[in-house]
């Protein structure tokens, strides 16, 4: 379901002669001011935010007009981000502006959306050469005196997809680890044999001395590319990058397809692509984030973890276990629940989490999982029956049975699980037998 938003901005986002000004709407504050200062590589730094904004206009699955969505900022110490989804949630996208990028003051700490409307986007592809350029995210404090009044409004559909995307992808990426680095040379040449927008198909890739090779069938090492024209928005960045990286869960020989992230890092910011394990998927229906959401303890653990939270570049699992009393596990556990409600994303070349607030309703991920409602009523109904390892649930007329075999996830005799074979998360019978699990133990 999409609500429609309005986003309220001082004036539009503009590139002027003394440098970048970006608009921020809402959030912690009206109009927050998170930076002011000099970024050290434009031209990069430019084509990085373009491709940003062009996943959050593009809709690569049953591709439609261009929408007009705002991305998403996070000032932290040390770090500037922007992240957005595409149309069709099937690609998140990242810049992360590291302290080498930028020569300045992150002045605010928090999330909102930022104006990337379409006479900056020209502007921006025109940015080059090496002198520094000025960005100001948010309106400074001349402006907010002198501009009261001349709001500028913008009132588009705002994805229910989107808060649901934020909620998995971070809870499948966490799973990620390297799989290959490929000088910048070597990966210019690879993207650009890359099928075109129109190729559906589930590859392979496999590291090759300094490059990757292409292949239709998983093996140990390899990393998912499903629909590889969804990594064109890496295209403008190449020029300006050192390395691309590239991360994914561990696979195996007849493995099915799974999610992927593409990363190029130019030294002062990263670029990452993070793709969906087919074209038609959205990460918003993978049901990772279901059995975070599901747990009682975890809930508790979230609040107080959440309390602790500063906006550090990547969070200190050992830290935060020490200033609660709780293993690193039931920290992660944690996070992972404070994710769904966007509160913390995954960040694959840190290998930690990272504290943002998104400028939304921080339980709708929940009410808008059917899986999860009717989990939680199957439980209120007294419709499981335990029966040492395995269960037998009543839902309406039919009764299914669900087994938890050695390797921990469980299993379902229903038509969901036999379908997905828990590609896309737990049915909602498995879902109600881990709720009683947590209850009774």
């Not at 000025?134 to 559909?157: I, N, Q």
């Not at 049975?401 to 050695?406: H, T």
Request: with cysteine; proline share 7%; glycine share 10%.
């Amino acid at each position: 379901m999409n609500a429609v938003q309005t986003y309220r901005y001082l004036q539009p986002s503009t590139l002027r002669a003394a440098g970048l000004d970006l608009q921020t709407s809402g959030g912690p504050a009206a109009n927050p001011r998170f930076f002011s200062g000099f970024l050290t590589t434009p031209a990069a730094a430019a084509a990085g935010l373009l491709a940003v904004a062009e996943v959050a206009r593009t809709r690569y699955h049953q591709p439609v007009s261009p929408a007009s969505l705002d991305p998403v900022v996070t000032g932290s110490r040390e770090r500037l981000r922007f992240e957005s989804f595409s149309g069709c949630c099937g690609v998140y996208a990242r810049m992360d502006v590291v302290p080498a990028g930028f020569d300045g003051e992150i002045a605010g700490h928090g999330t909102t959306n930022v104006d990337v409307n379409p006479p900056l986007r020209e502007a921006l592809a025109r940015v080059g050469g090496i002198e520094p350029l000025h960005l100001a995210v948010g309106p400074d404090d001349l402006t907010v005196s002198t501009m009261e009044g001349a709001v500028v409004e913008r009132k588009v559909p705002l994805p229910g997809r989107w808060m649901r995307g934020f909620a998995e992808v971070h809870v499948l990426t966490a799973g990620f680890e390297p799989r290959a680095e490929v000088p910048a040379a070597e990966a210019t040449a690879f993207l650009r044999r890359l099928p075109g927008s129109s190729d559906r198909s589930v590859l392979w890739a496999v590291p090759a001395g300094r490059t990757l090779r292409l292949t239709s069938r998983p093996t140990p090492g390899a990393v998912c590319l499903a629909g590889a024209g969804r990594l064109a928005a890496l295209r403008g960045l190449l020029r300006h990058a050192r390395t691309l990286r590239v991360y994914g869960p561990a696979v195996r020989a007849g493995s099915p397809a799974v999610p992927s992230t593409w990363e190029l890092d130019t030294g002062s910011l990263r670029l990452s692509l993070t793709l969906s394990p087919e074209p038609y998927r959205g990460f918003s229906g993978e049901g990772a984030a279901l059995l975070a959401l599901a747990g009682d303890e975890v809930i508790d653990d979230a609040e107080l973890v959440g309390a602790l939270l500063s906006w550090d570049p990547t969070i200190d699992v050992a830290a935060l276990a020490d200033a609660t009393g709780l293993s690193d596990d039931r920290v992660r556990a944690a996070l992972a629940q404070l994710g769904t409600a966007g509160r913390v994303g995954y960040d694959v070349a840190d290998a930690g989490y990272f504290h943002r607030v998104m400028p939304h309703d921080a339980g709708r991920a929940e009410r808008d999982n059917p899986r999860l409602v009717g989990a939680r009523t199957l439980v209120e109904q007294g419709a499981v029956r335990r029966d040492g390892d395995h269960a037998t649930v009543r839902s309406d007329d039919d009764e299914y049975r669900v087994r938890r075999p050695p390797d921990g996830n469980l299993t379902c005799t229903c038509r969901w699980w036999a379908k997905y074979r828990g590609q896309r998360g737990p049915c909602k019978h498995a879902l109600a037998v881990s709720m009683l699990a947590e209850v009774t133990v």
